[in-house]
């Protein structure tokens, strides 16, 4: 069974930094594409990052490009997005999914990302 749990959400200041973790298991992760998405209040899901299962394949959406990085540490299956220079606009809940941008399908429960001016 797929089991995916996201930490590192929080409230934090425009311009600030937050680091995410997701914890994966269940599944073999160094061989699987992984992804972030997230849900802003009232929205759908937005794609935000993925990496492949060759980890120097990464694409990030345009609205955080240059500003988060995602990252993965195969020995301890989990998947990481730096968020850096934060913005109003990136308040949402995030979720890590298997999978790539066209792919995703099994999330975790999320983590709450608050950015206040």
């Known amino acids: 069974e797929v089991q995916l749990v996201e930490s590192g959400g929080g409230l934090v200041q425009v311009g600030g930094s937050l680091r995410l973790s997701c914890a994966a298991s269940?599944?073999?992760?160094?061989?699987?594409?992984m992804s972030w998405v997230r849900q802003a209040p009232g929205k759908g899901l937005e794609w935000v990052s993925s990496i492949g299962n060759i980890r120097s394949s990464i694409a990030y959406a345009d609205s955080v490009k240059g500003r988060f990085t995602i990252s993965t540490d195969n020995a301890k299956n989990t998947l990481y997005l730096q968020m850096n220079s934060l913005t109003a606009e990136d308040t949402a809940v995030y979720f890590c999914a298997k999978g790539n941008r066209y792919t995703y399908g099994a999330r975790g429960q999320g983590t709450q990302v608050t950015v206040s001016s």
């Open positions: 269940g599944f073999s992760f160094s061989r699987s594409a």
